[in-house]
């Protein structure tokens, strides 16, 4: 949607001058022969009448040509938006064990950005979901695998709660704990944090 609007607003100066064009062509076009006559200008009138026309066509056609691309480019932004917003929802529902560990990592070590790498399955299916979003434009090669940060995105956040990632509602006992740490992914234990205090 900020694109779209960037867009107008670098598109507003030729359509507003378009739009002044259209409206003072309209004008003089279907203005009251009598005023035309009081005027004075029946014969520049008469001389020009076919400019204006052409002149009005083509402002109008400028102008409806930008609302039918204005109104395609949002409706199909919206559509978009949805189909992800959809596919989010449904990757929530069907999270599986790793997937949810990977989840609960930034909860465990209590950060908004994790490094993760992209050849792992559990990640890539998070990010091409819409689950998990790149948090910076750069990315970090390390040895063969390539590491990518990521943080939940701000829509799915509101849905992963602590039942949907697997977590205990309170304080941990010794087996949950123990539980936690074993499903963990190797790949996300840089920077352990530790369950229990």
């Not at 507003?12 to 279907?30: E, N």
């Not at 009138?45 to 040509?65: E, K």
Request: with cysteine; hydrophobic share 45%.
């Amino acid at each position: 949607m900020m694109q779209l609007i960037q867009r107008v607003k670098d598109q507003q100066g030729i359509t507003l001058t378009m739009a002044w064009m259209c409206i003072a062509c309209a004008t003089l076009l279907v203005a009251p022969v009598s005023i035309v006559q009081l005027s004075g200008i029946t014969e520049w009138s008469q001389l020009y009448t076919p400019y204006i026309w052409i002149l009005a066509l083509l402002t109008g056609s400028f102008l409806i040509t930008s609302v039918v691309n204005w109104l395609f480019t949002y409706f199909k932004q919206e559509y978009c938006n949805r189909r992800e917003s959809s596919c989010r929802n449904m990757m929530i529902r069907r999270l599986d064990f790793e997937e949810k560990a990977i989840l609960r990592e930034f909860i465990i070590q209590r950060k908004n950005v994790l490094a993760l790498p992209m050849r792992e399955l559990a990640v890539s299916n998070l990010l091409e979901s819409g689950v998990l979003v790149p948090a910076y434009e750069t990315q970090e090669i390390k040895g063969s695998a390539r590491i990518i940060k990521l943080s939940i995105a701000v829509d799915a956040r509101e849905q992963l709660t602590h039942k949907v990632l697997g977590l205990p509602v309170g304080k941990l006992t010794e087996e949950e704990a123990s539980q936690l740490k074993a499903a963990r992914p190797d790949y996300a234990r840089s920077n352990y944090i530790p369950l229990r205090d």
